[in-house]
């Protein structure tokens, strides 16, 4: 049996421990636990169909990630865990139609070959409000009953539960690579040694320094992302669906009254985990820009997490050229919960030689490293 060890346990992480595991691989899921673990402070919003965005490998690899999620619930609820995911559908706002009708026709098109999207409906202003009671009431939407929520914290807390249930190794603490003649033998955790047939670095935005004792510039970077929660202990907010407003934010409904909304995109900050005012200004003045009846709402918490960033802002992930026995995967931005247990399972497929579903040459390691 091939020994694996995997660093980082957030979500892409522990989807490979969790993949490779049910494959019946040995398996050590290493992990800091670091504050501003992107996974613990995103909001889980699975609805790629209506970006703008039009680079095709990014939506291939969104599109794949929404279409896997109901597989991988099924499954970690035969483990007896919970995730937090619920398709509950997905409200797009705009003032302009014109623009919604593009959306409309984008999505529609799409439905094609992503039946998942499920139904498409235009709401007036009054059906909105219906919807999301809190809204303004000047918005026209697009409702796309495929869109889910899903929450990051207990997504990964199930995968790695059910990747311990199948006989991996968790290990908590700060690794180091072991490596000898161009290949990664296994890692060090402080004075205990693990030795492996590969070595998946998972670790989002702390990578860097993990890959340079082996001569590697990994070129991803850290965006701050600040996400505040809201409670209303008389609302219930089970069934209300995601709000996309037609600025670049989120309002992302859970049950008992919480709502998340999110979030900043701060660039050129490192790994600062300060709540900041400007930050708490920037969400809650959107916010209450779209949902003005947020603001008599009880403020809960302001969680920070840093999103890791490729050069090309697509994710990458799998073998490192030149040294045998390492693999990668990172860069997923703000699209970590959506794609995240999907480029895992994929990850761990190709470790095991088995077929893949992605073009695993769009998403070349190459591409985010640089050799000293």
Request: aromatic letters at 8%; charged letters at 20%.
């Amino acid at each position: 049996m091939n020994r694996y060890i995997v660093i980082g346990g957030g979500i892409v992480g522990s989807s490979v421990a969790f993949h490779l595991a049910k494959e019946r691989a040995n398996v050590i899921l290493i992990d800091r636990e670091d504050q501003g673990r992107a996974t613990d402070a995103a909001a889980g919003i699975i609805c790629p169909w209506t970006s703008q965005r039009r680079n095709k490998k990014w939506y291939a690899l969104a599109k794949g990630g929404a279409a896997f999620y109901p597989y991988l619930i099924e499954q970690l609820q035969a483990y007896g865990h919970q995730t937090g995911y619920k398709r509950v559908g997905a409200i797009c706002l705009h003032h302009d139609s014109d623009k919604l009708k593009s959306m409309e026709e984008r999505v529609y098109k799409r439905r094609e070959e992503a039946p998942e999207i499920g139904e498409i409906t235009r709401l007036s202003p009054k059906e909105v409000k219906t919807r999301f009671p809190v809204l303004s009431d000047e918005y026209e939407a697009l409702y796309v009953s495929g869109a889910a929520r899903v929450d990051g914290r207990a997504l990964r807390r199930a995968l790695i539960h059910a990747a311990i249930q199948l006989g991996t190794t968790y290990v908590k603490g700060s690794a180091t690579l072991l490596h000898k003649n161009g290949r990664v033998i296994g890692a060090t955790v402080g004075n205990e040694r693990f030795e492996a047939d590969g070595v998946i670095v998972a670790a989002g935005v702390w990578a860097k320094s993990l890959l340079l004792p082996l001569g590697i510039d990994f070129l991803i970077t850290p965006q701050r992302a600040q996400i505040v929660h809201l409670k209303h202990n008389e609302q219930h907010t089970d069934h209300w669906p995601v709000v996309m407003p037609p600025n670049n934010q989120y309002l992302l409904a859970f049950p008992k009254g919480k709502i998340v909304v999110g979030a900043t995109h701060e660039d050129g900050v490192g790994i600062d985990c300060r709540v900041t005012a400007g930050g708490l200004y920037e969400v809650l003045h959107k916010a209450l820009t779209v949902a003005p009846h947020l603001a008599d709402w009880t403020h809960v918490e302001t969680r920070v997490g840093f999103r890791p960033h490729a050069p090309n802002f697509l994710p990458i992930f799998g073998a490192v050229p030149h040294i045998e026995g390492l693999y990668v995967a990172n860069g997923l931005g703000a699209s970590g919960l959506t794609a995240g247990p999907y480029v895992g399972a994929e990850l761990a497929r190709m470790i095991l030689g088995q077929s893949t579903t992605l073009q695993q040459s769009d998403y070349d390691v190459i591409q985010a490293i640089q050799f000293l």
